[in-house]
T-cell receptor
């Protein structure tokens, strides 16, 4: 298995633009997580899906952030409109079952909003 | 929610020495305690985890100990090597079951 696949690896955009980050979890994993990593706040959970259903989105910072999981092999995280303070590394992770144990992280998307 | 505190934030050791990183948690319902290693520019990777029904777990040069009464757990790395240099994160789930990560420890192994 290729592991969790994220795209793009790097994204540079201007303030106000829409940004879409993509994730393909490991085949057979039922749980998918979106995390944001910054120096100031560390690793923060944004949203968690189980069997394609959003279970906990309490970490989504604002209405500008939205996430979808239309099927078991694909998820998106969208920021519209983007702001400079959204600059961070965004990680997607997946795990087996309805559990946060043994997370497998993707390579992350380095987002820079100018 | 769960509150996880991690110490120290930076740690330098000589190659071959041991390194210890400690975490405390607040939610007594937490029953699973993983440690992740993140090399510079890379993804976090699980290196060891422990459940609350055991007090210690070892995997070659790394070990984790858990004290449920005191609500703290520690990562021990023996015979450190340069490739151990990385940021290490502890985590705990709390009653909400979503992992809360510690703030990380930058470990530097000096040759």
């Amino acid at each position: 298995d290729a592991g969790v696949i994220q795209s793009p690896r790097h994204e540079v955009t201007e303030m106000g633009q829409e940004v879409t980050l993509r994730c393909k979890p490991i085949s057979g994993h039922n749980s998918l997580f979106w995390y944001r990593q910054t120096m100031m706040r560390g690793l923060e959970l944004l949203i968690y899906f189980n069997n394609n259903v959003p279970i906990d989105d309490s970490g989504m910072p604002e209405d500008r952030f939205s996430a979808k999981m239309p099927n078991a092999s694909f998820s998106t995280l969208k920021i519209q409109p983007s702001e400079p303070r959204d600059s961070a590394v965004y990680f997607c992770a997946s795990s087996e079952g309805a559990t946060n144990e043994k997370l497998f992280f993707g390579s992350g998307t380095q987002l820079s909003v100018l | 929610g769960e509150n996880v505190e991690q110490h120290p934030s930076t740690l330098s050791v000589q190659e071959g020495d041991s390194a210890v990183i400690k975490c405390t948690y607040s939610d007594s319902a937490s029953n699973y305690f993983p440690w992740y290693k993140q090399e510079l520019g890379k993804r976090p990777q699980l290196i060891i985890d422990i459940r609350s029904n055991v007090g210690e777990k070892k995997d070659q040069r790394i070990a984790v100990t858990l004290n449920k009464t005191a609500k703290h757990f520690s990562l021990h790395i023996t015979e450190t090597q340069p490739e151990d240099s990385a940021v290490y994160f502890c985590a705990a789930p709390g009653s909400a079951r979503q992992l809360t990560f510690g703030s990380g420890t930058q470990l530097t192994v000096l040759p």
